[in-house]
């Protein structure tokens, strides 16, 4: 978005000694670009402190006994001798015809032995990977709470995921995850995925392709369901979605911000051509979001009537009865916008994406629940 959101302390270097060949050069200028949007957006005015809204149990490191009882698995990157990454770097890489880059944080005591969970964090439509590191944060919490971050693009005119099942996008995350198994020591019975608006998309999409190598998924403005979706084992969510969200509305369609974006060839805008093959890429399903969570639930064998409950001032704890490890979850944000709950980068772009709640942070919630949920 805003460029003054990226002048940030991106130490983003090219990865020197790759095993095999890589994409082509992906300049740091082009993962700084500005966020494409058609409304003006404020200067940043203020960061929200929100400590005392949730439980400080939430950060407890103690699983519960079903979940200890899954121990870590090592990934052939734990026996290779790479050296964990140092600090956050960005690293080409292409596949399935997609050339791109992904940028990885780790713990700054992460061993080349020990297998660390690993969370990918899809960015949302029109936006870089950059952007997304500074809206989510999670490479932040990850570094002080012992999971790796990596936050991919595909290079495109503008940027996005074709959620198409079979997409070359959809390949390309999926060997991502093999490459970031075979070259970091990543815990295989713990990866996640993570994404913000057509990143929750692609999320949700792939939640059914790679059941078998995904433990969990998280979505921020834009869980789906998406029609023909047979996963090979039910896939634990929890997602995030504010009642005023003007790109994604909470009771469905297409919101009138999302219409105004570019189109994904970079020629006229998203509503100027809502038909299009690449249009349809984008998203799967325009339902209301809680229809989306009750398919997902359906899905997994839950039950047919969710529990409500309140968790902080204006968010709401919608979840169902699930068979064990298939847990659906939905929070409402009542009169939050299309945000990241408790994201400060956010704060400057309120004219844009609308009201960002601090009452919780989504960082916090989502990495509660993947450490309950492994493989």
């Given amino acids: 978005m805003a460029a003054n959101l990226l002048r940030r302390n991106w130490r983003l270097m090219r990865y020197e000694g790759q095993a095999h060949e890589i994409g082509a050069p992906h300049p740091a200028s082009a993962i700084l670009k500005s966020y494409i949007a058609p409304m003006p957006i404020r200067k940043c005015i203020v960061a929200v402190a929100m400590l005392g809204a949730v439980s400080s149990s939430m950060l407890a490191s103690s699983f519960p006994p079903a979940v200890a009882a899954v121990p870590p698995q090592s990934s052939f990157g734990c026996g290779s001798g790479a050296s964990p990454v140092q600090g956050q770097k960005s690293f080409d890489f292409s596949a399935a015809g997609d050339i791109g880059s992904y940028i990885v944080?780790?713990?700054?005591?992460?061993?080349?032995?020990?297998?660390?969970?690993?969370?990918?964090?899809?960015?949302?439509?029109?936006?870089?990977?950059?952007?997304?590191?500074?809206?989510?944060?999670l490479g932040s919490y990850g570094s002080t709470h012992g999971f790796i971050t990596v936050t991919p693009q595909v290079n495109k005119a503008v940027q996005y995921w074709d959620i198409t099942p079979g997409s070359a996008?959809?390949?390309?995350?999926?060997?991502?995850?093999?490459?970031?198994t075979q070259t970091l020591c990543v815990d295989r019975h713990r990866v996640f995925v993570a994404g913000y608006s057509n990143g929750a998309f692609m999320a949700s999409a792939l939640a059914c392709t790679y059941a078998n190598k995904i433990a969990a998924v998280a979505t921020v403005a834009g869980i789906q369901a998406p029609p023909g979706c047979h996963p090979a084992r039910p896939v634990p969510v929890v997602a995030f979605h504010g009642t005023a969200d003007p790109f994604v509305p909470y009771q469905g369609g297409i919101g009138p911000a999302a219409k105004s974006l570019p189109a994904p060839n970079g020629v006229g805008t998203l509503g100027s051509h809502p038909d299009s093959?690449?249009?349809?890429?984008?998203?799967?399903?325009?339902?209301?979001?809680?229809?989306?969570?009750?398919?997902?639930?359906?899905?997994?064998?839950?039950?047919?009537?969710p529990k409500t409950s309140t968790v902080a001032i204006g968010v709401t704890l919608i979840a169902y009865s699930c068979p064990r490890n298939a847990t659906v979850e939905l929070y409402r944000e009542s009169g939050?916008?299309?945000?990241?709950?408790?994201?400060?980068?956010?704060?400057?772009?309120?004219?844009?994406?609308?009201?960002?709640?601090?009452?919780?942070?989504?960082?916090?919630?989502?990495?509660?629940?993947f450490a309950s949920h492994p493989l």
């Avoid at 996008?169 to 970031?180: A, E, M, R, V």
């Avoid at 229809?291 to 997902?296: K, P």
């Fill in 105 to 137: 944080e780790m713990p700054p005591d992460a061993s080349a032995k020990d297998p660390l969970p690993l969370i990918i964090d899809l960015h949302g439509y029109s936006e870089t990977a950059a952007i997304q590191v500074s809206f989510s944060a």
């Fill in 169 to 180: 996008d959809q390949k390309f995350l999926g060997d991502l995850i093999t490459h970031l």
């Fill in 277 to 305: 093959k690449e249009d349809r890429g984008i998203s799967a399903s325009t339902l209301p979001i809680p229809i989306e969570e009750a398919r997902w639930a359906a899905r997994n064998g839950c039950s047919k009537s």
């Fill in 336 to 369: 939050d916008g299309h945000i990241w709950a408790g994201s400060e980068a956010m704060v400057s772009i309120e004219s844009v994406v609308g009201k960002t709640t601090f009452a919780i942070s989504a960082d916090q919630l989502m990495w509660k629940f």
